[in-house]
Nanobody, 124 residues
Framework: QVQLTESGGGSVQSGDSLRLSCATS????????MAWFRRAPGKEREFVAG????????YYAESVKGRFTISKDFAKNTLYLEMNDLTPEDTAVYYC?????????????????WGQGTQVTVSS
């Protein structure tokens, strides 16, 4: 059973940066497709960024492209999301997800394992 534990959320000002971490255990990290999703108040959970098993392929939502970077540290079995130039629209609970379904990389249905979420709040 894959277990995911997010950390790194917090309250920041517009223009600030944050790095989210997702520690992974119970699975073969190098064989997992992984992603970050977020859910803002009153909205559905949405795709933010994802990567292939080796992280050689990376995918981003248009709203974060150029500001966010997803990466995997294979030595630490940890997924990261580097977030720069944050805006109030980025305020949400951010979730780490993992799975093996290559056909739904931007859909919640493509991931079998989820973390508990970490809150990111950006004030203007």
């Amino acid at each position: 059973q894959v277990q995911l534990t997010e950390s790194g959320g917090g309250s920041v000002q517009s223009g600030d940066s944050l790095r989210l971490s997702c520690a992974t255990s119970g699975g073969t990290f190098s064989r997992l497709r992984m992603a970050w999703f977020r859910r803002a108040p009153g909205k559905e959970r949405e795709f933010v960024a994802g990567c292939s098993w080796t992280a050689s392929n990376r995918y981003y939502a248009e709203s974060v492209k150029g500001r966010f970077t997803i990466s995997k540290d294979f030595a630490k079995n940890t997924l990261y999301l580097e977030m720069n130039d944050l805006t109030p629209e980025d305020t949400a609970v951010y979730y780490c997800a993992a799975g093996n379904d290559a056909s739904n990389v931007k859909s919640v249905n493509g991931y079998a394992y989820w973390g508990q979420g970490t809150q990111v709040t950006v004030s203007s």
